[in-house]
């Protein structure tokens, strides 16, 4: 079924809320005996266009992507106090797995797939290169689904 919704059967990111990016990105790379990557903090309202819940945000993030797996990607997320999907999670359930990403071709209509079968957007927004959106997918799935267009 997630095949004929989103067109696509393979994770490529696994998301995890934490509240020291640095730390635990230390931590991650010592235990799997990889380099730290670069941490990075994600663009303001005007670039990202985010929207929570349907209303605009200046939420922003610092993310580190560990790309050291030859199968999956693993993404460390340390949200500011602005309101998200992320410091949401925080706030509710600590640190911990935040979201399993697919890559999606036309974001919208897989959306609107979603959509149908119940599973609605909770957070969206534009990056360098590409687009997001959060599925509130939670209820149905156990976790939330991110979908990730790369122009």
Do not use: C
Request: net charge negative; hydrophobic share 35%; charged share 30%.
């Amino acid at each position: 079924m997630a095949n004929e919704i989103l067109g696509t059967d393979v994770v490529v990111q696994i998301g995890i809320i934490v509240k020291d990016i640095e730390k635990t990105a230390k931590e991650f790379a010592e235990f799997f005996g990889v380099d730290v990557p670069q941490i990075i903090e994600t663009e303001e309202y005007n670039k990202t266009h985010t929207e929570y819940k349907g209303q605009p945000t200046k939420a922003r993030a610092k993310l580190a992507f560990f790309k050291n797996f030859k199968n999956i990607e693993v993404e460390l997320i340390q949200p500011d106090e602005n309101p998200s999907t992320w410091r949401e999670f925080l706030d509710k359930h600590g640190e911990g797995i935040h979201h399993i990403g697919v890559f999606v071709k036309n974001i919208d209509q897989k959306i609107e797939n979603l959509k149908k079968v119940g599973i609605d957007v909770v957070q969206k927004g534009d990056y360098t290169g590409g687009r997001y959106a959060y599925m509130n997918s939670t209820e149905k799935l156990k976790f939330i689904l991110e979908l990730l267009e790369n122009y």
